[in-house]
């Protein structure tokens, strides 16, 4: 017997969404945690010939998967929470399991935006100008960085959202496990940040 057409909808999406995820947050937290650690003792003269063909490569997989990421996982949220009623629970409010993944949905999709419309448009101008174009906008590079900060702070909080939707006996969605969550969230991140910055780069 084969499943119903929802549930093989829903294997097929979930599956894409998760691959584009892991495509997506690789490469956010290879710019935040690898790049830019590097980039801060790469000789200036060397950055024109290093960056663009590495950091163009890493971008086209960095803001599509992240596109990806998006679709699919709008439509799951449709096909699990919209059709299959999962944002309701037995009383017909808003249910624990909506309450997270709503969450994680509103924090995926302020990533989703800042990638295509701050940090993709910022870093096309950079790197165009290593490339010999026009000269990047002096706001360009500390507006791009900051938007990606932001992305990987919220990617903790994120993900915890689009976990907890599935393990709601455990995480019921309080003030308590909200603070709880948050700060572990945020604090893993702060954590690999410090990290980042005494990686040895020696063998």
């Not at 584009?20 to 590097?38: C, D, E, K, R, S």
Request: aromatic residues 16%; proline residues 6%.
């Amino acid at each position: 017997m084969f499943p119903d057409i929802d549930s093989t909808l829903q294997a097929i999406f979930r599956w894409f969404h998760i691959i584009a995820g892991i495509t997506w947050i690789g490469h956010l937290y290879f710019f935040n945690f690898v790049n830019l650690p590097f980039q801060g003792g790469l000789d200036k003269e060397l950055k024109p010939k290093v960056n663009p063909p590495l950091v163009l490569r890493a971008l086209y997989f960095f803001r599509w998967g992240a596109m990806w990421t998006f679709l699919f996982g709008l439509a799951l949220f449709y096909l699990i929470y919209i059709r299959g009623g999962a944002i309701k629970d037995a009383e017909g409010h808003l249910s624990e399991r909506g309450m997270w993944i709503l969450l994680g949905g509103l924090l995926g999709t302020i990533m989703w935006f800042n990638v295509w419309f701050v940090i993709w448009p910022r870093q096309k101008k950079i790197l165009g100008a290593m490339l010999g174009g026009p000269a990047a906008p002096p706001t360009a590079a500390p507006q791009a960085a900051l938007a990606s900060k932001v992305n990987t702070y919220l990617s903790g909080p994120m993900m915890w959202g689009m976990v907890a939707g599935s393990h709601v006996n455990i995480w019921p969605m309080t003030w308590g496990t909200f603070i709880v969550a948050m700060i572990l969230a945020i604090g893993l991140i702060h954590g690999l940040y410090a990290v980042s910055r005494k990686v040895k780069t020696t063998v």
